[in-house]
């Protein structure tokens, strides 16, 4: 994924963003995708014209496209899920660029979000794999 081409995909890269922002992982109990949503006009509860179910397109279609990760928690009562990454956000969205549009989302400077410039950037050829930056 380059840059946001449509808007399903659009939405998936605010949401990838955000999970990576947090660092890695996002509780839904602490409803931070939800809620960045409902400040793109993107509400859960009602049908949207364009995505139709949104709760259900992340859930449910960008898991099985295996761009997110839906995952329950253990031992939780009441039932609690996180998102993270999945396997096809890691091989397909640079983490170099999510920063950078989220740099240009938030008017700062990538370096200024030290942790995930280090993940973004990560020391050549010591720790990274045969598909690490593209």
Same mark, same amino acid.
């Given at each position: 994924i380059r840059s946001p081409s449509n $808007?399903? $995909?659009g939405l998936l890269f605010v949401i990838l963003g955000v999970i990576f922002m947090k660092g890695g992982v996002v509780k839904e109990s602490e409803h931070?995708?939800?809620s960045t949503l409902k400040k793109l006009r993107v509400h859960t509860g009602e049908k949207h014209d364009e995505f139709g179910d949104v709760k259900k397109m992340v859930t449910d279609e960008f898991v099985r496209q295996r761009y997110l990760e839906y995952v329950r928690i253990p031992h939780t009562e009441p039932v609690e899920h996180e998102f993270r990454w999945g396997q096809r956000a890691d091989v397909e969205v640079s983490k170099a660029k999510m920063?950078?549009?989220?740099? *240009?989302? =938030?008017e700062q400077d990538p370096q200024s979000w030290s942790q995930q =410039?280090?993940?973004?950037?990560?020391? %050549?050829?010591? *720790?990274?794999g045969?598909? %690490?930056q593209r």
């Open positions: $808007t399903k $995909t931070v995708i939800w920063l950078e549009f989220m740099g *240009q989302l =938030y =410039y280090r993940e973004a950037h990560p020391p %050549s050829s010591s *720790q990274a045969p598909s %690490s």
